[in-house]
C-alpha cells in the first residue's frame, strides 16, 4: 500500500489560529503539516519558494471586509486559487487549567479578535488588552506564562493544543462572523469537471458605460456576479482593474461568458476556476436571525 507524502500547507499564523482550522476543515482526511508565516507576505514567499505545497489565504470578512492586499499578493504572484472555504469565527476567552475570570488581569490577542469581542471585554474594563500578532500565539504564550493572571482570545482549537482552559466560549459581538479563505497553488492546476466559480480580474477602457455593459453582459448570460472589486492601477490616473467572482452551473455558461467579455475589455485574467463552497448553512442561519 503507497502512502502519500504529507500536503505542506503554508497559512498565516501558528497552530491553532484560524487558518490552520480553515485547512484542517478542507482536507479532514489529509494528513497536513502545517508552514506557519508571520504575515500574508511571507506566506505568499513559503509558496514561491516551494517550501509550501499549498496556501490557505483569507480573502475576505463578514465584518471586516476584503483583505485588499491578499488581491494584491494573488496577483503579483501569478498564483491559483483552486478552492475556497467558508470558516465560522468563533472567539473564545481561553486561559490556563483552574484559572477563573476574576482571576485574569490581561487579555492578549489579535487586533481583528479584540474589535470583534468589544461588547464581551466592555464588561471588564479592569483587563488589560494587548495586541498581538496572532490568536494562537497569544494562547501559547499564555501556556508558556502558565499564570492564572493571563488570558486570550482564540479558537476553542488553539484550547485543545495548548491545554488551556476555555473560560468563556463564544465572546464575538456578532455571531454571523465569517471568514472566506481561498485555496492557493502557486501555479494554474488542471480544471476538473465539476467547477462552477471563477475568480478574475479584468481592465476596461476608461469611457462612459464600459463596466456597465460588462455587467450587461453577465447579466445577459444569467449568470451571478458574487463579487465585484475595484483596485487602482498603480502609476495610472484613474485606472482601475476589477476582481469579479462569477458563479455557474456548467463550465460551458463560463466560457461563452468569457468569450463576450474578452471583447470589452484589454485585459482579462484568470486567478482561478474552482468548486464553491457550499453556504447553504451560513444563509440559513443569517436568515434566522434576521427574523429574530
Not at 87 to 92: D, E, P, Q, S, T
Request: charged share 25%; aromatic share 10%.
Amino acid at each position: 500500500m503507497k502512502i502519500e507524502p504529507p500536503l505542506r500547507i503554508a497559512v498565516q499564523g501558528y497552530p491553532g489560529s484560524f487558518h490552520d482550522v480553515a485547512a484542517r476543515r478542507f482536507w479532514p482526511d489529509k494528513n497536513l503539516v502545517l508552514i506557519p508565516a508571520d504575515s500574508f507576505d511571507i506566506l505568499a514567499q513559503r509558496l514561491r519558494d516551494g517550501i509550501a505545497d499549498m496556501a490557505v489565504m483569507a480573502i475576505e470578512n463578514s465584518i471586516a471586509g476584503s483583505i485588499l492586499q491578499n488581491y494584491r499578493i494573488l496577483r503579483e504572484n501569478g498564483f491559483w486559487v483552486s478552492g475556497e472555504i467558508y470558516l465560522r469565527i468563533k472567539h473564545n476567552l481561553l486561559g490556563v487549567k483552574g484559572s477563573t475570570l476574576d482571576d485574569v488581569k490581561e487579555v492578549a490577542s489579535h487586533p481583528m479578535a479584540i474589535n470583534q469581542c468589544r461588547q464581551f471585554l466592555s464588561q471588564y474594563p479592569h483587563w488589560k488588552i494587548v495586541e498581538s500578532e496572532d490568536t494562537a500565539l497569544s494562547a501559547q504564550h499564555v501556556a508558556d506564562k502558565n499564570k492564572k493572571s493571563k488570558a486570550c482570545i482564540a479558537s476553542a482549537d488553539a484550547a485543545d493544543i495548548y491545554h488551556l482552559q476555555n473560560m468563556a466560549p463564544g465572546i464575538e459581538t456578532n455571531k454571523t462572523n465569517y471568514t472566506r479563505f481561498f485555496i492557493v497553488n502557486k501555479t494554474q492546476v488542471d480544471v476538473s469537471d465539476d467547477v462552477d466559480k471563477a475568480s478574475v480580474y479584468i481592465r476596461v477602457p476608461d469611457k462612459k458605460g464600459q463596466l456597465l455593459k460588462v455587467l450587461q453582459v453577465i447579466q445577459d448570460h444569467d449568470l451571478n456576479m458574487s463579487k465585484l472589486q475595484s483596485f487602482p492601477v498603480v502609476g495610472s490616473f484613474r485606472e482601475y482593474f476589477f476582481h469579479l467572482d462569477i458563479e455557474f452551473d456548467h463550465i460551458s455558461q463560463y466560457l461563452g461568458l468569457k468569450e463576450d467579455l474578452l471583447n470589452l475589455t484589454f485585459e482579462y485574467d484568470e486567478t482561478g476556476i474552482y468548486k464553491r463552497a457550499d453556504i447553504t448553512s451560513i444563509l440559513e442561519k443569517q436568515q434566522n436571525y434576521t427574523i429574530i
